[in-house]
Nanobody
């Protein structure tokens, strides 16, 4: 069992930045591929970014490429999402997810554990 707790969300103006954190507990963090997803009101949950166990391999949704950076610190059991140049369309609840083993994936069903989410609101 893995517990994931997100933090760092909030209200920011367009063009601003936020850094989300996801603290993991329960099992060996470095065994997990980690991902960030988001869900805007009235929309389905969508993939944002993923990182492999070492942090050396990342992949992003086209909508955030060049603006968001996913990283992890296995010594701190934490994964981060640095979000720059935020846009109103980035407004959503952001979720951290963990996948035991395997390769990175953008599929929601590919992840085994989920956090409770943190709200990000970008004002225009």
């Amino acid at each position: 069992q893995v517990q994931l707790v997100e933090s760092g969300g909030g209200l920011v103006q367009a063009g601003g930045s936020l850094r989300l954190s996801c603290a993991a507990s329960g099992r060996t963090f470095s065994n997990y591929v980690m991902g960030w997803f988001r869900q805007a009101p009235g929309k389905e949950r969508e993939f944002v970014a993923t990182v492999n166990w070492s942090g050396g391999n990342t992949y992003y949704a086209d909508s955030v490429k060049g603006r968001f950076t996913i990283s992890r610190d296995n010594a701190k059991n934490t994964v981060y999402l640095q979000m720059n140049s935020l846009k109103p369309e980035d407004t959503a609840v952001y979720y951290c997810a963990a996948r035991l083993g395997g390769s990175r994936t953008t599929r929601i069903t590919g992840y085994d554990y989920w956090g409770q989410g943190t709200q990000v609101t970008v004002s225009s």
